[in-house]
């Protein structure tokens, strides 16, 4: 099978933090990843750094946010394969059974990892969201003067996985799942999240979507926006 490789960079050319250029340091993933259409790319993600050496941000290394949204460490299967495999499993489905639904759109997975990746996504579910929107921010805060995250919405089976990274580190801040209609509580939920006005910088699917009026209408202040390159 013929597997195309796809080079991915920051979505940004100058350094958030002091405005230098940024320059070329190391590939910071390269791997196969299955797409829940069937088909396989090879993403590479290429990490840059900010080449001003007084920076407070020059030991951090820039990726594509595009890429990394997609590229889920330790897994070689795309964000919404793993949502999939998460609604599935909710809803009681044995992993035969999901191994054999993936089978049918042409995904290939083991039993085992299905589990992996299940526990993997229940822990962030679960995970302590509101704590770590206070430790990261003042992290972030403190460290590069500016709070910068991504927000990643994807539909599928009627729900809406929602992820927020910071994007320092890309480091997880919460995961959250709703019914694809209800945006009430989707609205509330990002009130939390971008209410802080040290908030300088959203990376996001592009304007033209639904998520990006909702996201938009809930933000309603200066922002700056940076969109994801569609894939
Ligand atoms: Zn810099």
Not at 120 to 142: G, P, Q, V, W
Request: charged fraction near 30%; aromatic fraction near 12%.
């Amino acid at each position: 099978m013929n597997i195309v490789t796809k080079v991915y960079k920051p979505e940004f050319e100058k350094c958030p933090v002091c405005g230098s250029k940024l320059a070329y340091r190391y590939t910071v993933s390269n791997k196969v990843i299955q797409f829940s259409s069937g088909h396989k790319s090879r993403i590479k993600n290429l990490g840059y750094s900010c080449t001003n050496q007084d920076c407070k941000a020059s030991d951090v290394i820039f990726t594509s946010q595009t890429a990394s949204k997609f590229c889920i460490k330790g897994y070689t299967y795309s964000a919404k394969v793993i949502s999939l495999i998460t609604i599935l499993k909710m809803e009681g489905y044995s992993r035969e059974k999901i191994c054999a639904e993936l089978a049918l759109l042409g995904v290939e997975i083991s039993d085992r990892n299905i589990d992996n990746i299940f526990e993997r996504e229940k822990s962030l579910l679960n995970a302590d969201y509101k704590k770590n929107i206070e430790t990261e921010y003042d992290f972030m805060y403190s460290h590069y003067g500016q709070i910068r995250i991504s927000i990643d919405s994807l539909t599928i089976k009627g729900k809406r996985f929602v992820s927020i990274r910071d994007s320092f580190h890309n480091h997880q801040l919460g995961l959250h799942i709703f019914d694809e209609n209800d945006t009430e509580n989707l609205k509330k939920l990002l009130h939390e999240y971008v209410d802080d006005p040290r908030v300088k910088s959203i990376t996001t699917v592009r304007k033209f979507t639904d998520f990006f009026k909702i996201l938009e209408e809930v933000v309603a202040r200066d922002m700056e926006y940076i969109y994801f390159i569609k894939y």
